[in-house]
């Protein structure tokens, strides 16, 4: 780990000019994965990883809002600008946008969470200052015009809908209303109906204004790259809109809050006429910043992680109660959540509901085989080192480090830290979560009779 | 293009051992991209296809057979058999298969379709023989107990309930058997509940020793390898489960047919409580081996193929009518279809509908604008070079093309063939595929007034 990004503060060069500040994080071993950071005057952090074995490059810009920065009223606010951060610029149409992008066969795309809103392209190395200019273009001159934003409140009508009709999908926010209630991290992030139609093209303005500022946000970019001219591209883009005024301004530091969660033995139930149930059972995690979250790592792949994790073979393969049933993990600022996931037909509800439980009550108590957390090691250690060659990864990593944690880790610190988990840390961070009452969201046809015995999962 | 694999003959060493034939096919630059054959004694084929600045590998065995294979009470045997065929060996049984590749953090998976069926793992290069151990144990010496054959049994009818969940998935499997009817490409790759309950041990059996002899496989492998080294693992992995016993077995040829699909303005609706309508209209479209493919690819890529294409602009960004469309096409040995799909609230279908036929019956009459055409070849020629860096899209691709092909082309070629695709071939290539009269196939809650108005779309 290294020294937080945002303790850097601005200086001038004797001819008066701001001088941005550049550090190497990490040092990479034969030019493959150097970490550089360069803060420029303005508050703008621009993370680089370097990967000369590829011909590609992905970049990214990472905004420091989420749906979690909304009150009620705003609901969606984040994820509606995000689309209409597509439609146009004082430079470029929509289909100039997309068209620029589509004729080198990038992959531009964009993704809203509940802390953060990511925009990146994945193209060939030679096709990357395209791809700055491109995106540095959307985040600092989007016009947000009335008539975009009406036409957009459609499509994301329909992306609401198309969300609804995906039950293995839609029930995760069942789950995050479940644990969290009505607020923020409990509401969904594309928003409602209703607060989607509520929304105006003056409250979305005000809100990228608000957002958006250089130092409330983070370039990323990896693969076959060089550090001082993807400065040089970026700072110029950004200039070039007017974006850098300030050299005083510091970036923000990472997101911290206060929330508790203790949610417990709380049953939600959405019904529905679909073929299979959808099941959340789950309980409070740990925050990101968590110095168990290795452990609980370690416990989330070995309970639901694979084929051969223990609910895996106990649900599917002994038994063939379901298709797709796993274990995950979010991590938040403050607060986090861990979950089971499993459909199934109706009549299985309660077998599979027992044997999660089951599961989830036998591990807290007794914490994992050394068998079992040896190959969970290493099967987070191996899919850590098969991920190094995808250059959206790395852009993830370091982007998302950059504004959550305000440091970078290096791979081979990542590996050391995984391989360092203990038997006695995985069954305590076991017996810390899983021993929790856990509760419980569902989607499906169930009968009044099947839907009263949910309670018996969570009591 | 290169010699037609199927024509190897067996030939054997001065000592009489059965002698391996191999060929270069492709021959990289600086050791990327060398694609290689080895045709074994006992008609087994092997393609490789080295890219040494990757440190990961992808291994992979395809069958030559998909649903297509099946009878009608034979439905969904194919995937059935895919299922079972991780359930057990004489050496392993399920765990140890999936423990095997989790311990190492490889990706292990197979999929089923209408005339193949694939399995592979991506795994560190170290790792490789223990993937191609593990592989080739499940292809030779699988069990098909008759306990694992019951119990997987509930595990395929959650998947099918699970895919009937899922409209925007589902919608394709109506479309096939709006096109195909009740033949065999016009079934569902999963089968029915009633076919699937209907299967027994004895007749998977049957099916995996009829299919997967080693003349009807090819395996495939790309990443940081060496050809030789995978050839020698493989054979002794066959011959150590005696299945490489017919000197003169020579290797199945690439699927050949005779379908002619003419099937025109048919109207499939699926009455469904869903929040969209999920559409596909579409038509017959080339097979496989149909010189006029690559116009075909350019033309879809420009229709339906990106942000920046026709449908995209028209439904999405001019007027929000939907969230997700894009058109496809799927080829087979015979025959093949060219589709549009679109997911709308059912108000919207009318629009929808409206514009894509327009759009098609437009593009169909007067081609695509060079611009337009230049565009979409640039996205393909960029995205297939994109791709060169996932070992796992490689093995999909020479294992594919042996399989359907029996040749392989290198990737210079494939952009020289985007490359030299002339406004004339999409307008030619247009006015043949999208100048037919279409079916519709849609999945939705459609009242009779609205359903009734769906004709009008293809008439």
Redesign the interface.
Known sequence: MTSRGFKATARTSPEGRAVARTQTLIKGTNGIGTVRRTTLPGGLRIVTETLP????ATFGIWAHVGSRDETRSLGGATHYLEHLL??GTARRS??DI??A????????NAFTAKEYTCYYA???DT?LPLAIDVVCDMLTGSLIREEDV??????????I??T?????DCVHDLFAHTMFGDSPLGRPVLGTVDTVNALTADRIRRFYKKHYGPTHLVVACAGNIDHAKVVRQVRAAFEKAGALTDPQAVPVAPRDGRRVVRTAGRVELLGR????A?LVLGMPGLARTDERRWALGVLNTALGG????RL??EI?????????VYSYTSGFADCGLFGVYA???PSQVHDVLRICRDELDRVAENGLSDEEI??AI?????????G???TGALMNRIGKSELCWGEQISVDDMLARMAAVTPDEVREVARDILGQRPSLSVIGPLKDKQAAGLHAAVS
């Open positions: 074995s590829v011909r590609s597509f439609k929509a289909l997309s068209a992008l589509d004729a080198v066969g990038g992959e531009m994945r193209v060939l096709d009406d036409v957009e409140r459609g499509a994301i009508l329909e992306e809908a198309m609804e009709d995906d039950p293995g006429k679909t073929e299979q959808h694979g084929m051969s994790s895996f073979q599917r393969e002994k038994r063939g109660l379901a298709y797709s459909g199934c037909r040896s190959r290493g099967q987070l250690q191996g899919s850590t080192v098969l190094l060659e995808d």
